[in-house]
């Protein structure tokens, strides 16, 4: 049939009616390469140039994805003025799209083919929070409201880690405008700066929107003026989701209460929920010798005694991960190896006897005994304590740094360092050096090294007790969080106390100081969160225990019985 006359209007849009029927026939290969460069008004050398893809461009895709359909009618074209970012969602593709509603990648559910792609709209607040975030959204469109634009601007002086993300969103939206160059009104493709994943385009307000919100909801404010925005969209497009992302728990209200849909961001959650964390150990059924008893092999190599068990839980197993048995055969063990339902366990010291007492402290419970078999293995690069108070994680942790600096010389000190977060009002500046202003938050490192230093044999010899604490104070080191950027550590033992009221960003810039020779130790407790935009789930601790679990020079255990006291113990669990 003869091509259809091409249209006088560089500028307009051609589009067909959508639907597999409706689809035109596909032209010969000879008239699309001439006919291909004069409806884009380009080159016949960058007619095939991959990156951006140009509104102008969509009628060569069409024609491309046309040839597929053989037999098809083909109707005339329709000119349409609409841009096609704004404009509703082609029709089915064949190939199956993810849907992402701004959680977790890789969770969500397969789009429908006919499903529309949603628009979300992001508050300030989520940009803040994850510079990135523009680009985890999959396949969806993004918008950005101008006071969003406005309160960045407002956002990005000084020198917290607010005003840096404030600062590295404005660069990434500068480097999507530099890279497109389009127009803003038409929308920005997300990959054009290499995030594969981000195939939406970002939106801009380019013009000014008059809303239909109550009356009495004042519309100085910010977020009154994101929440007309909402609305205005809605109204707009009416054939997609409409869907406003905030950190604000107060805004989601309104909007909910307005009848517009919204959503919290989570995709920095690591998990939905606390109880699914790994813990680093795993108590095996009744039944485990009966079904992988069969073929059992074992050897032993420096001490210790080796198995290699088949069986279907075999293929549960992670590396570094503690198994126990309490039964009539007993096995205290940990994986060292798992391929496919076959897995190595070596056996563990006893840190409960007293011959393998580490500083004067032995395990009172199985899990402080896992705990220390990870804290004396020079194998293991990076430990993660978790558990309520009481339960010894730092205690544990500097006797096994004072037994390995001071009697095996295997590090050369100690480095202890947490995030300065107060529980209740703050006391204001401190006076004196960086060790003497950490010092009030270090009360926890001070009463474990009294502990410590109780069980030295001296007795009353208060002479050789203080000559024992200046020695043990020389080899330890209190490092404040502000100053460790651009720091290298060889041969070190780094503590991380507190560490759940750190961020995944500066947990990464502590565990990445760590030079050759070097082990970090993380404790903290999830449930005591000091941070005010921080949960169970996007804390750093709960991070780097879900990154690191299965790595062979890393270990965790989830400390479960308080040793502390009886009354710490039953506090723990009545209040």
Known sequence: ??????????????????????????????????????????????????????????????????????????PAPVVEAVPAPLAAAPAAVPTPIVKATGKNEGKSRPRAESEPRKLFVLDTNVLLHDPTSIFRFEEHDIFLPMMTLEELDHQKKGMSEVARNARQVSRSLDHLVAEAGQQLDRGLPLNALGNKDASGRLLFQTTAIHSTLPSDLPMGKADNQILGVVRALQEKYTEREVVLVSKDINMRLKARALGMAAEDYFNDHVLEDSDLLYTGVMPLPEDFWNKHGKDVE?????????????????????????????????????????????????????YT??????????????????????????????????????????????????????????????????????????????????????????????????????????????????????????????????????????????????????????????????????????????AQIDTPYLTEGSSGLTYVVDRFKGWPHSGHVTLQRGERSRLADYAGDVL
């Open 1 to 74: 049939m003869p091509l259809p006359k091409l249209p006088t209007r560089p500028a307009a849009i051609l589009t067909f009616p959508t639907g597999e029927a409706a689809r035109p026939a596909a032209p010969a290969a000879a008239e699309v390469a001439t006919l291909q460069p004069e409806l884009e008004g380009i080159s016949p050398a960058r007619a095939g140039k991959s990156g951006a893809a140009a509104p102008a461009r969509q009628p060569a895709a069409r024609k491309t994805a046309a040839r597929k359909t053989a037999g098809a009618a083909a």
């Open 298 to 350: 074992s050897w032993q190599q420096g001490g210790t005694t080796f198995y290699r068990v088949h069986g279907p839980l075999c293929a549960q197993f992670v590396v570094n991960q503690f198994v126990y048995f309490e039964g009539q055969m007993p096995l205290y063990a940990q994986v060292r190896e798992v391929n496919g339902k076959t897995a190595v366990l070596a056996t563990l010291r006893d």
């Open 353 to 526: 006897h007293g011959k393998n007492n580490v500083w004067g402290i032995t395990a009172r419970n199985r899990e402080q005994n896992f705990a220390l078999n990870l804290l004396m293995n020079p194998d293991i690069d990076f430990i993660s304590l978790l558990g309520q108070a009481g339960t010894g994680k730092t205690l544990l942790a500097l006797a096994a740094g004072l037994t390995q600096v001071l009697e095996t010389k295997r590090y050369t000190e100690i480095i202890m360092t947490r995030v300065t977060v107060p529980v209740g009002e703050d006391i204001g500046f401190l006076p004196g050096t960086e060790e003497e202003k950490m010092l009030p938050w270090m009360g926890a490192l001070e009463d474990n090294l009294d502990v410590l230093n109780m069980g030295d044999g001296e007795g009353n010899n208060d002479w050789g007790r203080a000559a024992t604490m200046d020695l043990i104070r020389s080899r330890i080191k209190v490092k404040s969080l502000n100053f460790m950027r651009g720091r290298t550590f060889l041969n070190k033992y780094l503590i991380i106390d507190e560490a759940q009221n750190l961020t995944p960003k500066q947990m990464k810039t502590l565990v990445t100081r760590a030079g050759p020779g070097t082990k970090v130790i993380c404790l903290g407790n999830i």
